[in-house]
């Protein structure tokens, strides 16, 4: 209801009246009264006494300008201790006091043109009655000055004229009482701190500027209860205290433009602002509210005009009741949020509510609730709801509750985001009838089911509503739904499902569905009529192994047509070897649409491929993923199952005599069937080929550590770059790797002792690696990057190595970082390590000697340990890689022949070998405990060929190549070049 202006008994009404029209009153002792003249009383006190008795009456015309400060008092009813009437007529004070005490006394006034201008100055009135008051066309100036208002009923700042207070401040706490009243004035109040039970009231027609104030009330804080009225705020707090109010109000239809300021509202059920009529355009305005049922903004047509409108801009609105929501607009009220944040953390205290006629429009906001029971955003019968750029969250209950029909639809725009705490992201109401769309576009984002509400559904209420989902311009929808009639899924847009869901046609054009979240649940997705889709992809989720394998399905019961991509995604499947395939699509209808795998299917060791028909029913239409490559029935038509199309009859032939029967032969045992190929993934062989390559990186014989044979020339330092590049096949042949190894190592001896030596060597290496299937044509490529230590001793029956037994040892330990990425898979890193062991022994023979060169065959053995480990490791699609310990004992039998000038001059010295290498170790690893093992013979035979340089006494060089063989295809051409300086 609007409020009344303050009311006085009859007596104090008739004086006042008396007074203001001049009727003639009894001057007293100190009065200073300027009728048309100009008044300087000196510094001092000054009093008046009596009903309607002014101490300073400034009246036709005249003027008071005391000297310095002065004290004036006034005691009676209706009277003025300064009273400025009358056009021209002007009362200045500074540094003053002015006190009334009587009732209905008005401590400083203005009227008929007069004009007030008070600096540094209290004015204290102890009675009930008004402060300043400046009528229609007076004015009055204040500068610094306190009112302070000491009874009930009182007002301390009021009028209809020109009003202007810079600085100081308003106080009036009596009961009923105001802090500023004005009508049709003109006020400008900067810098004022304002008290009251009721801070300011507007009646009709004012101008109010008012900036860097503060106005504290028990009641309302802004009162605009007029019409007209035009308000602007700038840098100013409001604060109310009182239940059942509001701080800011607005009742008729006027303006209020706030910027930078804040509202705080204490009680319960009070509002921060409310408006009944009128605009309020707010601009980084912090309302907050903490008292039960206590909203933020309140748009609520209960007034004369139009609807209210509020508007507000980088705008934050925090309320912490119970019930206290953040904004509400209804019947008929408007409110619009632009770049605004609106926070509530009470119980069922919702972000937004709209209803009755009443419209919401979200820009760029943020609405959240904490609360348990808490909306994001409500809408009751008959309100609208617009969401452009903004989100809202709901923390632990759902997003949007609609209650309404009267809008058909609830748009998501440009960037939006919805989410439920408690899973749900729209609930309807089970009566809401009729058609309503849900339409995410321009990025938008959706968390949470579409539902109708639990306590509906606990009630076992069957919906009403027709509900329509469309998802456009990159949008995404993470949810479930079982109420959606149709769904349209367009450019670039997805839908994640969290749940099993129904819908009644299904269109996907140029975007994604994904059946499950990745949460470990697979989800049943079913389509009562027809799915369509165009550039679509499907991703399904699942633990990949045999054809029982849990994973998400898809169930069209009409028809399918166009075409769309299948990805998918292995959780924490081991892979299996599949007999019907893993059904991922049922269709009841005509099977007509076109799917296609993107990507791989990967699970432990098996690769995964997408077949349309079942192997028991080629013709069902489903979809399957199966662990093979090929067909079985095609390559053996008569295996279980498998259909064989009927040939053209043959016509008969004449029929033939009769022969002698022929004895029966013993019927022929049924051969097995043939059992479909499993198809095994590249990224095996990468991780083998890694494998292998550390275990021979820095493994090495004397003769490549320091070419031909000698300990003659003193202690000696040595280098040698060398490279490996090794073919083979894994896992039965199923895959062919090809790789490279490099590898440079450097040492010297430390000591020597007689035809004894000992040193240490640093090595560094690298090795890169390609499998390949020769099934799929899909590769993985491996990686290692290994660096090592180790220790040498040797030697040698005959210093110059010619003659005699020789025997090395050697010491290593090794660390190595690998990396495997296969084809469309992301790459994964790990390390692993090395320690090994070798001994090698010979004896050179002197089988040809010549005036200027010699011939020695040299029979050689050798023995080796690798101990080489690599920690357990979880790929990024779950496959674990474990037990990929390997290594063991080699061995290495064979004969080198070299020639050795008897010059003293630079000499090349040739060398042949050949070799038998034995490997008892193993080459294993195991992809989800399926072991998996590298296709390196055991046997394997070995030529080298090559040549060292003597350059001197103290200068080596040296060189050579070999070639290796073995089983199954296995080829490794290795190259090495090496320097030795002796000193």
């Known amino acids: 209801m609007r409020s009344h202006q303050i009311q006085y008994s009859a007596l104090a009404l008739a004086l006042t009246a008396a007074l203001a029209v001049g009727i003639p009153v009894r001057a007293h002792a100190q009065q200073v009264i300027a009728d048309g003249d100009a008044q300087t009383p000196a510094a001092g006190d000054y009093s008046a006494t009596g009903v309607g008795n002014h101490a300073f009456h400034a009246l036709n015309g005249g003027s008071i300008v005391p000297m310095g400060a002065v004290n004036v008092s006034a005691d009676g009813s209706g009277a003025s201790a300064a009273r400025a009437e009358g056009a021209g007529s002007r009362i200045e004070l500074n540094g003053s006091t002015l006190v009334t005490t009587g009732f209905g006394a008005t401590t400083a006034l203005a009227t008929t043109g007069g004009e007030l201008h008070l600096t540094a100055t209290d004015v204290i009135n102890k009675g009930t009655g008004m402060g300043v008051v400046a009528h229609t066309g007076s004015q009055a100036t204040l500068q610094d000055v306190n009112i302070r208002m000491e009874g009930v009923s009182s007002v301390g700042l009021a009028g209809g004229g020109d009003i202007t207070m810079t600085g100081g401040s308003i106080s009036a706490m009596g009961l009923g009482s105001r802090a500023v009243s004005a009508t049709g004035a003109n006020m400008t109040l900067t810098g004022v701190a304002i008290e009251g039970e009721s801070g300011i009231w507007l009646a009709d027609n004012n101008r109010l500027n008012l900036s860097g104030s503060t106005v504290r009330a028990s009641g309302i804080a802004l009162d605009i209860n007029g019409r007209s009225n035009a308000v602007t705020v700038a840098d100013s707090n409001f604060h109310s205290t009182g239940n059942g109010t509001a701080t800011v109000k607005m009742f008729s239809e006027s303006t209020l433009a706030m910027a930078r300021s804040s509202v705080i509202s204490e009680g319960d059920r009070a509002v921060g602002i409310d408006a009944r ?291 998918v995604k292995n959780i924490g499947g081991v892979g299996a070897q599949t007999t019907d395939g893993i059904q991922l699509i049922e269709v009841d209808g005509a099977s007509l649409a076109t799917y296609a795998l993107a990507g791989r299917a990967v699970g432990g060791s098996y690769e995964y491929f997408l077949f349309k028909g079942g192997v028991t029913d080629p013709t069902d239409g489903n979809w399957y993923l199966r662990s093979q490559w090929f067909d079985g029935c095609k390559d053996n038509p008569a295996a279980p199952g498998c259909v064989v199309d009927p040939v053209d009859p043959i016509d008969p032939v004449d029929p033939v005599d009769p022969v002698d029967p022929v004895d029966p032969v013993d019927p022929v045992d049924p051969v097995d069937p043939v059992d479909p190929v499993p198809v095994l993934r590249p990224e095996a062989g990468a991780y083998l080929a890694n494998q292998s390559a550390a275990i021979n990186m820095f493994s090495h014989r004397l003769n490549d550590r320091i070419g031909a044979v000698s300990l003659d020339e003193g202690r000696a330092a040595w280098a040698r770059v060398g490279r490996q590049q090794a073919d083979f096949s894994a896992v039965g042949g199923q895959l062919s790797i090809d790789g490279n190894t490099s590898v440079l190592q450097i040492g010297t001896d430390l000591v020597r002792r007689g035809n004894a030596a000992f040193g240490v060597m640093l090595g560094t290496g690298r090795a890169d690696s390609s499998a390949v299937s020769d099934l799929t044509g899909y590769s993985a490529k491996g990686r290692v990057r290994g660096s090592a230590v180790g220790v040498y001793g040797t030697w040698m029956q005959v210093a110059d190595g010619t003659q005699g037994a020789y025997m090395d040892a050697n010491l290593q330990y090794g660390r190595f970082d690998n990396r495997v990425q296969g084809i469309g898979l992301e790459p994964e890193h790990y390390d692993s390590r090395m320690a090994s062991a070798s001994l090698e022994a010979g004896y050179t023979f002197n089988v040809w000697q010549g005036a200027a060169s010699a011939l020695y065959v040299q029979p050689q053995l050798q023995l080796s340990h690798v101990d080489f480990r690599t920690d357990r490791h979880v790929e990024r699609n779950g496959t674990v890689i474990d037990h990929a310990d390997a290594g063991g004992l080699s061995g290495r039998l064979g004969v080198r022949v070299f020639g050795h000038g008897t010059a003293a001059s630079n000499i090349v010295q040739p060398y042949l070998g050949v070799n038998w290498l034995r490997g008892s170790g193993t080459s294993t690893l195991q992809f989800d405990g399926d072991r998996l093992g590298a296709d390196v013979p055991r046997n394997r035979y070995e030529v080298q060929a090559g040549a060292e340089l003597k350059l001197g006494q103290r200068w080596g060089a040296w060189g050579g190549v070999s070639v290796q063989h073995g089983d199954h295809g296995y080829r490794n051409v290795g190259g090495q070049l090496g320097l030795r300086m002796a000193w």
Do not use: C, K
């Open 277 to 567: 009529t009128g605009t309020a355009d707010l601009d980084r305005v912090n309302v907050t509210t903490s008292g039960e049922s206590s909203h933020g903004l309140y748009a609520d047509f209960t007034g004369i005009g139009a609807g209210p409108i509020i508007t507000a801009r980088a705008a934050q609105v925090h309320t912490t009741g119970a019930g206290a929501i953040g904004a509400v607009a209804r019947q008929g009220g408007s409110i619009h949020l632009d770049d605004s944040i609106i926070r509530t953390e009470g119980q069922q205290a919702h972000g937004v509510l709209t209803g009755g006629r009443g419209g919401m429009t979200l820009a760029g906001s943020h609405i959240r609730t904490e609360g348990e029971g808490a909306w994001a955003a409500v809408i009751n019968d008959n309100g609208s709801l617009g969401i452009d750029g903004s989100a809202l969250e709901s923390v632990q209950h759902g997003g949007v509750w609609v209650r309404s029909n009267r809008d058909s639809r609830l748009t998501l725009s440009n960037n939006a985001y919805v989410s439920g705490g408690n899973g749900i992201a729209i609930a309807l109401d089970a009566a809401v009838a009729g058609r309503f769309d849900v339409v995410l576009q321009g990025h938008s984002q959706m968390v949470g089911d579409i539902v109708i509400t639990p306590e509906d559904e606990d009630a076992g209420l069957v919906p009403q509503s027709d509900v329509h989902v469309r998802l456009a311009d990159g949008s995404l929808w993470q949810g479930t739904s079982n109420l959606v009639q149709t769904m349209a899924i367009e450019s670039g847009s997805q839908w994640t499902l969290t749940g099993d869901a129904t819908v009644g046609e299904l269109s996907v054009l140029n975007s994604g569905v994904a059946l499950s979240d990745g949460s470990g649940r697979f989800n049943t997705l079913t389509v009562d009529g027809d799915l369509h889709s165009e550039g679509a992809t499907f991703l399904f989720q699942g633990a990949l192994g045999g054809d029982d394998s849990a994973f998400d399905r898809l169930h069209v019961r009409g028809d399918t047509s166009g075409d769309a991509s299948i990805a």
